[in-house]
């Protein structure tokens, strides 16, 4: 038992040093490709790219963990975010977008590996426990939260003749710390066994598991769609400032981990039904205040219940995942739930781009009330001693 709360501290810290590169990069991305891109709206392509790469790949790193462990790839995992942040520190020195776009990929396959901290920190723990092992992984983020947005405010003019450059490299230093950290995770690989394993789709035709990816998928990929165009709305549209950016960014990012220390323990005291209700009604409230007004503590406020909707549901969902699965059916329930998630959050990420510069801010956030009220129908509708586990 020692072993496995070592294991969630352990992948706790990596968790929150992996999402403060992220969190760099989803700051910046859409900031540093309007000035590279030769279209605007382009702007957002290279964190598009990446969501999609995430996807992509994360069935392969799934089943590639099943075979030859967790940590293995987890260290390929940081191995390649550090080298993608140092690519797209030299594509902003050399003003290249095709290669921006590559360590763009790079990171996208990092986050395929970085996906699996929070199922791997329930792999060994009893069912009671899974809610709160992955809540605890996940509050890992609130280091993401302090330190993300601080290294953006002062490093993006660093060097004044190539801005954004200097953050990108702090990126790539993170990831060197994130690689020294999970050297020492623990995990043992399931062992074979001779029971006939449940075929897939038997697992995900339950309702249980196709509630628990639509709110997981659903939340996410509204997060991706709100958080990648709103520093381009704050910065280029506003006029509010970098400083403005992060600062919003920063408490939507507080948001969205900071409940995680409790959302385990919620979880277990109301079930998972009521949390998933809880937020999607905090993302109706968002998406409400998005539209009333475009100064900063409207774009704050907005942020931060975006921020606390997205925990209730992406936890709310991953708790349902984790726990239909035998340890021999993880790596291939795992990696097809996530990548059915990350479809819909690259899909949110390219439409944000393309919806802000075409559409403004105002109706591309009124479209993010069709998902989350086809989601709100799923949840109301399901009767729920069908789904006992939630």
């Not at 790079?106 to 809610?131: C, T, W």
């Not at 998933?276 to 219940?305: A, H, R």
């Not at 996530?338 to 802000?356: E, K, Q």
Request: include cysteine; proline fraction near 3%; hydrophobic fraction near 55%.
């Amino acid at each position: 038992m020692e072993q496995e709360k070592k294991n969630i501290l352990v992948l706790s810290v990596a968790q929150g040093l992996s999402i403060t590169t992220t969190n760099i990069n989803m700051i910046n991305t859409g900031l540093v490709g309007s000035i590279l891109a030769t279209d605007p709206s382009y702007a957002t392509l290279p964190l598009s790219l990446q969501f999609l790469t995430i996807a992509i790949t994360l069935i392969p790193v799934s089943l590639l963990m099943g075979k030859i462990g967790r940590r293995p790839m987890f260290l390929i995992g940081a191995m390649a975010a550090f080298f993608g942040c140092l690519i797209m520190a030299y594509s902003i020195f050399n003003k290249v977008f095709f290669l921006f776009i590559v360590g763009s990929i790079l990171l996208g396959f990092s986050q395929a590996n970085q996906q699996f901290y929070r199922y791997a920190a329930a792999d060994d723990v009893s069912i009671k426990l899974k809610s709160k092992a992955i809540s605890l992984v996940l509050a890992g983020g609130l280091i993401a939260a302090i330190v993300g947005p601080e290294v953006s405010r002062y490093s993006f003019d660093f060097f004044s003749d190539y801005i954004y450059l200097a953050t990108y490299l702090c990126a790539a230093l993170i990831q060197i710390f994130n690689f020294g950290i999970l050297i020492f995770v623990k995990i043992k690989k399931p062992k074979p066994v001779k029971n006939l394993i449940r075929p897939l789709s038997k697992i995900l035709i339950r309702k249980t598991v196709i509630i628990a990816i639509l709110a997981a998928s659903v939340g996410y990929s509204l997060m991706s769609f709100i958080m990648t165009a709103t520093p381009l709305q704050i910065v280029n549209v506003c006029k509010l400032g970098d400083s403005a950016s992060a600062t919003v960014i920063q408490w939507h990012v507080i948001a969205m981990f900071a409940p995680s220390f409790f959302t385990g323990s919620i979880i277990n005291f109301l079930g998972n039904r009521k949390v998933m209700l809880m937020g999607v009604l905090l993302y109706i409230l968002s998406i409400c205040i998005s539209i009333m007004g475009q100064t900063l503590e409207y774009f704050w406020i907005s942020l931060f219940l975006c921020g606390l909707g997205w925990n209730f549901l992406y936890i709310g969902g991953s708790d349902i995942i984790a726990k239909s699965a035998l340890p021999e059916e993880r790596a291939k329930v795992q990696g097809v739930s996530d990548f059915i998630i990350f479809i819909f959050v690259a899909s949110g990420s390219f439409l944000a781009g393309s919806l802000h510069n075409n559409l403004g801010w105002e109706i591309m956030m009124f479209y993010t009330s069709i998902p989350i009220t086809i989601l709100f129908l799923s949840i109301v509708l399901i009767n729920p001693r069908e789904i006992k586990a939630i």
